[in-house]
């Protein structure tokens, strides 16, 4: 069992930066992909970025270039750093955690972005 704790959302101006940290807690955390994910209301839910347990990493068109997803193994955390945001990135972000067919959701944290 794995459980996910976000923190660090909340209001950013566009063109500003935030950080989302998720704390792991389980076993083997290093095998997972780890990563993160979003809804905006009345849409589905999206990937936002991945790295998994080799450190490769993939990303949303909608965010490549501007978000950064890293990961701290001794600390069992995972990372997304917003570099200028936008008002559409606007959104709940979940941390997510994937090995072999187990997948695990944290809570959610808000970001807004806007002005």
């Known amino acids: 069992q794995v459980q996910l704790v976000e923190s660090g959302g909340g209001l950013v101006q566009p063109g500003g930066s935030l950080r989302l940290s998720c704390a792991a807690s389980?076993?083997?955390?290093?095998?997972?992909?780890l990563g993160w994910y979003r809804q905006a209301p009345g849409k589905q839910r999206e990937v936002v970025g991945l790295i998994s347990s080799i450190d490769s990493t993939w990303y949303a068109d909608s965010v490549k270039g501007r978000f950064t997803v890293s990961r701290d193994n001794v600390k069992n955390t995972v990372y997304l750093q917003m570099n200028n945001p936008k008002p559409e990135d606007t959104a709940v972000y979940y941390c997510y955690a994937l090995f072999r067919t187990n997948s695990y959701w944290g809570q959610g944290t808000q970001v807004t972005v806007s002005s």
């Open positions: 389980g076993s083997m955390l290093n095998l997972y992909t």
